[in-house]
T-cell receptor, first 113, second 111 residues
């Protein structure tokens, strides 16, 4: 089974802090994704990456950046955290030839005070 | 990307068969239909995928009519543990493909 791990299950940060959320997958998947999930809004795509050093914006990239230096690792960066970025963050990975066949990590619940 | 429309919520009882329908009028020729299940505080989990007609696995069945403009996820004999949010997605086998989720259907199963 594909295993997608995220660095933290729960994280509390203060407004203005720089926040790093790390995601690692162990099945050599080309594609990796970052979503955020808020009550009533479903999963919204922030960024995705289809190869090392390649990235594309999702639906809500504002306030976020990403880094993919190695195939297995995809990082989400909040340059200056704000309270409206309090959310559940979910990482996923998939094969390039997989229409929606993504495996998700357990999620990181981030609270920005 | 084809947009999907699902009911916001559904209720049923243990032991019943539940059918959740998804509308995807703009589905493209190369698009597949995929369903996910999500429990609270967990990431979504793949349930089933299909292209046309009917697909069945140990968890569910997926019915897709000939025009492919809709699909129906069928959960046989549901239990309380099937209470979850169910998402319908459409997408094709191509590189650099986004995976976009809709709002999903919140299924509540009662004893």
């Amino acid at each position: 089974d594909v295993k997608v791990t995220q660095s933290s299950r729960y994280l509390v940060k203060r407004t203005g802090e720089k926040v790093f959320l790390e995601c690692v997958q162990d099945m050599d998947h080309e594609n990796m994704f970052w979503y955020r999930q808020d009550p009533g809004l479903g999963l919204r795509l922030i960024y995705f990456s289809y190869d090392v050093k390649m990235k594309e914006k999702g639906d809500i990239p504002e306030g976020y950046s990403v880094s993919r230096e190695k195939k297995e690792r995809f990082s989400l960066i909040l340059e200056s955290a704000s309270t409206n970025q309090t959310s559940m963050y979910l990482c996923a990975s998939s094969l390039s030839a997989g229409p929606g066949l993504a495996d998700f990590g357990p999620g990181t619940r981030l609270t920005v005070l | 990307l084809a947009k999907t429309t699902q009911p916001i919520s559904m209720d049923s009882y243990e032991g019943q068969e539940v059918n959740i329908t998804c509308s995807h009028n703009n589905i493209a020729t190369n698009d597949y239909i995929t369903w996910y299940q999500q429990f609270p505080s967990q990431g979504p989990r793949f349930i089933i995928q299909g292209y046309k007609t009917k697909v069945t696995n140990e968890v569910a069945s997926l019915f897709i009519p000939a025009d492919r403009k809709s699909s129906t996820l069928s959960l046989p004999r549901v239990s309380l543990s099937d209470t979850a949010v169910y998402y319908c997605l459409v997408g094709s086998y191509s590189s650099a493909s986004k995976i976009i989720f809709g709002s999903g259907t919140r299924l509540s199963i009662r004893p």
